[in-house]
């Protein structure tokens, strides 16, 4: 089967699609022991014997520290082009009225 440009398989995709599999487990299998850790009884010899309280704040700064790193949304539609990381991503094409044929804009010698 040939690989076509869409295809997550080709070889600059590829890593990152692989290792997503790995930090997505990792990130599930947490979020699903973290708080059985932390609520089980400290007899058990494994848990930290903590509130549902606690348990359910205990991830909260790791999520403050994503959402503080994370790419702030865009504002509009037109930074959302201005500011793409895809160079062939070009502004839309101004429209006639009443007809759906693109108008080439006008060159006014300003860039």
Request: glycine share 8%; net charge positive; hydrophobic share 40%.
């Amino acid at each position: 089967m040939a690989l076509v440009p869409e295809s997550p398989a080709k070889a600059p995709v590829l890593l990152t699609n692989l290792a997503s599999v790995p930090v997505g487990c990792a990130m599930y299998a947490m979020s699903l022991t973290l708080p059985q850790l932390l609520q089980s009884p400290e007899a058990t010899g494994y848990g930290l014997g903590r509130s549902t309280l606690a348990a359910g704040l205990a991830p909260t700064p790791g999520g403050l520290v994503m959402m503080t790193l994370s790419p702030s949304p865009p504002v509009s539609p037109r930074s959302s082009v201005l500011h793409s990381p895809s160079p062939s991503r070009a502004p839309p094409a101004e429209q006639d009225a009443g007809t759906d044929r693109a108008r080439p804009r006008a060159a006014t010698g300003k860039h």
